[in-house]
């Protein structure tokens, strides 16, 4: 294994059910309404390493699953993403994604948010195809929480009220609620056991916290191409993100007034933004949230003892590394 781990294993391994998932997304992103597929194909050029259908597909396959319910699952997956994608970019009022324009800078709000809703149907109708009352449960419960995470996270910005316990409960609903239902459809489908059904969950859940609290770091201590969106998005947004939050509590009075002036009253400019990542250095909370992505990295580790050995849960492994050691 590498240091910085690899999603290379997993990628191989998923080769040709992925094929068809990027096959289906085509075909499902179809619409005689030209700007669906429009706005669709463009993201669905913009790159990206599709993780989240990949851990469908892998979290069915480790069992010997045969069919083609997970390339389904995997697509709905991918669509739930790309909607909350579209749908987070009007709301941050975001104008870079993947290193690209985001959909909304060139088409606009209204139908950026309106194709989300697009992808969004489309991908019940997977689920609904699938047949599968667990798994529909599962992805439509996520898709709630999902929602949910959106509009905790909206009130929670600008507040230097907020708590580490209430980042962690907006980024275990915002993101690692898709990482964790994506990877407990397979096995829902695969027909294994509960046990390791609750494995695949655990895994889906502390692998997308430890992504989150990685990309949060890296918006204060990496770069536009390994983010693929400005450095200091966050900041300029006024999101309170655990590196935030530590800074702040391990400050002192200069330090928290200088929070509260940039975050809540919007003075983050570029000479704000450069006093802010010396004051988290100082304090090394950059360094202490990805010791917090560690952790959970830990726990998705544990998660994964559960499962079978072999080629798939390896390969799981290394992307649980590949997360965490994008700050390296």
């Known amino acids: 294994m590498t240091v910085a781990g690899s999603v290379e294993p997993l990628l191989k391994l998923t080769a040709?059910?992925?094929?068809?998932?990027?096959e289906l997304i085509l075909s499902k992103a179809g619409s005689d309404v030209e700007l669906i597929p429009e706005i669709s194909n463009y993201l669905v050029t913009a790159g990206g390493k599709r993780?989240?259908?990949?851990?469908?597909?892998?979290s069915a396959s480790i069992f010997g699953y045969r069919g083609d319910d997970h390339v389904k699952l995997?697509?709905?997956?991918?669509?739930?993403?790309?909607?909350?994608?579209?749908?987070?970019?009007v709301v941050?009022?975001?104008?870079?994604?993947?290193?690209?324009?985001?959909?909304?800078?060139?088409?606009?709000?209204?139908?950026?948010?309106?194709?989300?809703?697009?992808?969004?149907?489309?991908?019940?109708?997977?689920?609904?195809?699938?047949?599968?009352?667990?798994?529909?449960?599962v992805l439509s419960t996520a898709a709630s929480v999902i929602a949910e995470g959106e509009v905790w996270q909206l009130s929670a910005a600008r507040s230097m009220e907020t708590t580490k316990r209430d980042y962690e409960a907006v980024i275990r609903a915002k993101t690692a609620a898709l990482f964790s239902s994506a990877a407990e459809v397979g096995p829902i489908i695969a027909g294994a056991n509960e046990r390791e059904r609750l494995a695949f969950r655990q895994y889906g859940d502390a692998l997308g916290m430890a992504f989150q609290l990685v990309d949060d770091a890296l918006d204060y201590g990496g770069s536009a191409a390994t983010l693929g969106?400005?450095?200091?998005?966050?900041?300029?947004?006024?999101?309170?993100?655990l590196p935030v939050i530590l800074a702040y509590q391990g400050g002192n009075d200069?330090?928290?007034?200088?929070?509260?002036?940039?975050?809540?009253?919007?003075?983050?400019?570029?000479?704000?933004?450069?006093s802010a990542?010396?004051?988290?250095?100082?304090?090394?909370?950059?360094?202490?949230?990805?010791?917090?992505?560690?952790?959970?990295?830990?726990?998705?580790?544990?998660?994964?003892s559960e499962l079978p050995a072999g080629q798939w849960r390896d390969a799981l492994d290394e992307v649980i590394s590949f997360?965490?050691?994008r700050v390296v």
């Open 254 to 274: 200069e330090d928290r007034a200088f929070w509260r002036a940039a975050i809540e009253q919007g003075q983050n400019d570029e000479a704000a933004l450069a």
């Open 277 to 304: 990542i010396e004051r988290l250095e100082r304090t090394s909370a950059v360094e202490k949230t990805v010791e917090e992505a560690r952790l959970y990295g830990d726990k998705a580790r544990t998660a994964l």
């Open 92 to 137: 941050d009022e975001s104008d870079m994604r993947r290193s690209r324009a985001t959909a909304r800078r060139i088409w606009g709000n209204q139908a950026s948010v309106l194709v989300g809703d697009f992808l969004l149907g489309q991908a019940f109708r997977l689920m609904v195809d699938v047949g599968s009352l667990a798994a529909l449960d």
């Open 74 to 89: 995997a697509t709905a997956v991918e669509f739930m993403h790309t909607a909350t994608l579209l749908h987070d970019d």
């Open 16 to 22: 040709d059910a992925m094929n068809e998932v990027n």
């Open 229 to 241: 969106k400005n450095v200091g998005d966050d900041f300029r947004e006024g999101k309170v993100t």
């Open 51 to 58: 993780l989240r259908p990949m851990l469908t597909i892998a």
């Open 323 to 325: 997360c965490i050691g």
